[in-house]
């Protein structure tokens, strides 16, 4: 009977959050706009709370809505000694297209798509592509890996990072990446083993974690 290889050495945990709802009623593309985010779902975020691991180091992206996250997060119960701040986990920037309609991104560009706002190679007027938004994680997570190597990582950020995270760690295509649902307040687990082959050293092992139960309008596109 086949077995897989004996883990060894170190293992890094990515404990991903997506940030928690932004109001938007209009439906407006915000990427890196600094909007505020709604935390008043405090059953929910007692939960994900208990399930964040003691003794993390905690990073979230510059902007409010991830910052404010992790903090409620500690709020409701999660171990969060200090927080530090990364601009490389921020959402894409949608450059010209931020503070449009999602309707009007669709009618007035031909770049639009299905799961995304446009192509994942496709760059705004004045903004990134989802390719740079992977990049500059991509660069970070690495980073951050090596730095903090074999503890457990706390990131509260965006639905296009974690995307971009998931790329990295499955050497996805980025138009496979953009497929993944990431809700806000869910969970994602990833992994990296130290001692493995670079080509297959990360494992994820769980995707867009939510309680049923206790969602209430949350929603899985960018920013």
């Keep these: 009977m086949a077995t897989g290889a004996r883990i060894t050495g170190s293992v890094t945990r990515w404990w991903w959050v997506r940030h928690a709802?932004?109001?938007?009623?209009?439906?407006?593309?915000?990427?890196?706009?600094?909007?505020?985010c709604d935390v008043s779902n405090e059953a929910l975020f007692r939960h994900q709370a208990a399930l964040l691991p003691k003794g993390a180091?905690?990073?979230?992206?510059?902007?409010?809505?991830?910052?404010?996250?992790?903090?409620?997060l500690a709020r409701a119960g999660a171990e969060m000694d200090?927080?530090?701040i990364d601009p490389?986990?921020?959402?894409?920037?949608?450059?010209d297209w931020q503070g449009l309609t999602y309707v009007e991104i669709a009618e007035n560009h031909a770049n639009n798509h299905l799961f995304w706002l446009g192509p994942p190679e496709y760059r705004p007027p004045g903004g990134e592509s989802f390719v740079d938004?992977?990049?500059?994680?991509?660069?970070?997570?690495?980073?951050?890996?090596?730095?903090?190597?074999?503890?457990?990582i706390v990131a509260t950020a965006h639905g296009g990072t974690i995307r971009a995270a998931l790329a990295h760690a499955f050497d996805l295509h980025p138009e496979a990446a953009v497929r993944f649902e990431i809700e806000?307040?869910?969970?994602?687990?990833?992994?990296h083993f130290e001692q493995?082959?670079?080509a297959h050293a990360w494992r994820v092992a769980f995707v867009n974690y939510m309680p049923r139960?206790?969602?209430?309008?949350?929603?899985?596109g960018p920013a």
Excluded at 88 to 95: K, R, V
Excluded at 184 to 191: A, F, K, P, Q
Excluded at 213 to 220: C, H, Q, R, Y
Aim: with cysteine.
């Design 21 to 36: 709802p932004v109001p938007n009623p209009e439906r407006r593309c915000y990427g890196q706009s600094d909007k505020d």
């Design 82 to 84: 200090e927080l530090h």
């Design 196 to 198: 493995a082959d670079p």
């Design 213 to 220: 139960e206790l969602v209430n309008g949350s929603a899985g």
């Design 184 to 191: 806000n307040v869910s969970l994602t687990l990833i992994e």
């Design 133 to 152: 938004l992977r990049d500059r994680t991509v660069r970070s997570i690495d980073r951050l890996t090596a730095e903090h190597k074999g503890r457990d």
């Design 88 to 95: 490389d986990l921020a959402e894409q920037h949608f450059g």
């Design 57 to 72: 180091v905690w990073y979230a992206s510059n902007l409010l809505r991830a910052r404010k996250t992790a903090g409620e």
